[in-house]
Nanobody, 119 residues
């Protein structure tokens, strides 16, 4: 069983920065992709940033230029550096890890960490 544990959320003023961390219980190279999602109250969960096992990164348009996804494979940890935060970034942020192959896809989720940006 894969376990993901997020940390780093909190309350920050607009324009501030936070760094989220996600520690995996397995070698993250065993995952085809990992990513950060967020869910604001009353909204659907959305992909914020993703990184494949090859290191290819993608970002939601709303965070491009402000957020950076990275990983440290020696620590089995993924990060999300969030700069120039805006009130609309307020949400619960979830770490995701995906294994896929053939006809199956298995998603693993962390418990979420709250990010609140005040104006």
């Amino acid at each position: 069983q894969v376990q993901l544990v997020e940390s780093g959320g909190g309350l920050v003023q607009a324009g501030g920065s936070l760094r989220l961390s996600c520690v995996a219980s397995v070698n993250i190279f065993s995952m085809n992709a990992m990513g950060w999602y967020r869910q604001a109250p009353g909204k659907q969960r959305e992909l914020v940033a993703g990184i494949t096992s090859y290191g290819t990164r993608n970002y939601a348009d709303s965070v491009k230029g402000r957020f950076t996804i990275s990983r440290d494979t020696t620590k089995n940890t993924m990060y999300l550096q969030m700069n120039n935060l805006k009130p609309e970034d307020t949400a619960v942020y979830y770490c995701n890890a995906r294994r896929s192959g053939g006809a199956y896809i298995t998603d693993y989720w962390g418990q979420g960490t709250q990010v609140t940006v005040s104006s």
